[in-house]
């Protein structure tokens, strides 16, 4: 269902308000220094949740399959773990990272750069699944629920996505019962999620009760209304799928508390951080010192798994005191690079314009 209620722009001196800070309280980021882990640890993997974190009881707890379907079905957790397992280290990025920097700033959870982890998930391939239950001629999507509702822009809902038949049939989708070795938590889908990898973290549907399978294209809020690129307000735009290039560093040296500028003892700096793409594997990551005034190749570390970050190094001589602005830029093997400036749109969805880390060397 389409929304009456366009997504709000705050004004060129509107600050964070309360409502905004509540949000970023309640979905927190990873800290960047978490950049320095392969696999991020379950405490520190940013978290967004739309409304509330449902009490799900995993003894209770079911899976139905139904719709445009011949052969319905209902899994227990223990019929779902029965099935062929498979691990995968993917990272996922919510697509309102990067929200927050924008000009003007879409109001909405409000991201920095840390709406980004990695973890290893563990489930079963969603696509056996779907085709024991036989989808018949006709069926377009599959409509995926999340057993948490609430209101959003004045339309009630379970949180519901939706994959288009041959992508869920045809692509390597997950229902994930762990994460890092262990059952899930509650806040990240206990006790199955949808993973899908490549994609941006609103596709993963967290505390999956139901799956679908339609005729007609699903256009529930967070499929039609939300996450779609746009510049007006009554425009249906694009579509958000697949997460962008992106690089981040590990901001060097030390913080200050309030600002987090941070100060860097002259000589010798190994910047390092991590790249990733849900297009192609990173084949580049470029470091500029003087705010994107000039660029310089970075030494890639070994690539991963496909859609799983790689980490990326760089030697800085910092022999001139005084303030820098160190950037990272990512490219992929389609060649999509990282924008210097901002690409602007009304959801402040998938904003992949350069992280500018400010620092003083002493
Ligand atoms: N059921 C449900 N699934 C959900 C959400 C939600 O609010 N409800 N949020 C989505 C969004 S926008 C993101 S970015 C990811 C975040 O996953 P995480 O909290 O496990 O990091 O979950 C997605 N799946
Ligand atoms: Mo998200």
């Known amino acids: 269902m389409r929304s009456s209620e366009a997504a709000r722009i705050a004004a060129s001196d509107e600050a964070i308000s309360v409502d905004e800070l509540r949000l970023a309280a309640r979905n927190h980021g990873m800290p960047l220094e978490a950049l320095r882990y392969d696999i991020t640890p379950v405490g520190m993997h940013y978290l967004l949740t739309h409304y509330d974190i449902p009490d799900v009881d995993p003894g209770r707890w079911r899976l139905t399959i139904g719709g445009h379907v011949t052969a319905p079905s209902t899994l227990t957790l223990a019929e779902l773990a029965a099935r062929p397992r498979v691990t995968r280290t993917l990272t996922l990025e919510c697509a309102g990272n990067g929200r927050a920097r924008l000009l003007p700033r879409p109001i909405s959870q409000p991201w920095l750069d840390e709406a980004v982890s990695t973890a290893r998930w563990t489930g079963t391939p969603l696509a056996p699944l779907l085709a024991e239950a036989r989808p018949l001629d006709g069926a377009v999507e599959a409509v995926f629920t999340g057993a948490d509702h609430g209101t959003e822009r004045g339309v009630e809902q379970d949180y519901q996505r939706a994959l288009s038949i041959t992508e869920a049939l045809g692509g390597d989708a997950l229902i994930a019962y762990e994460m890092n070795g262990a059952p899930l938590p509650p806040q990240h889908g206990a006790p199955a999620r949808l993973i899908v990898p490549g994609w941006y973290g609103m596709a993963h549907v967290k505390w999956l009760s139901d799956l679908t399978v339609t005729t007609e294209p699903f256009n529930g809020f967070q499929q039609a209304t939300a996450y779609r690129f746009t510049q007006e307000p009554d425009e249906p735009g694009e579509p958000v799928t697949r997460i962008r290039p992106r690089a981040l560093m590990i901001p060097p040296g030390f913080p200050d508390f309030m600002t987090r500028r ?34 310089a190749d970075a030494h890639l570390g070994p690539e991963v798994e496909l859609y799983a970050w790689r980490s990326w190094t760089m030697r800085w001589l910092a022999d001139q005191p005084g303030d820098h ?18 690409a602007w749109n009304r959801q402040g969805m998938g904003n992949n314009t350069v992280q500018r880390v400010a620092v003083t060397v002493r």
């Open 325 to 342: 602005e160190l950037c990272a830029r990512a490219t992929d093997a389609t060649g999509q690079v990282q924008p210097v400036g901002q």
């Open 262 to 295: 941070r100060v860097v003892d002259g000589g010798e700096v190994h910047l390092r951080g991590r790249a990733w793409s849900g297009h192609a594997p990173i084949v580049r990551v470029e470091v500029s010192l003087d705010g994107g005034g000039s660029w």
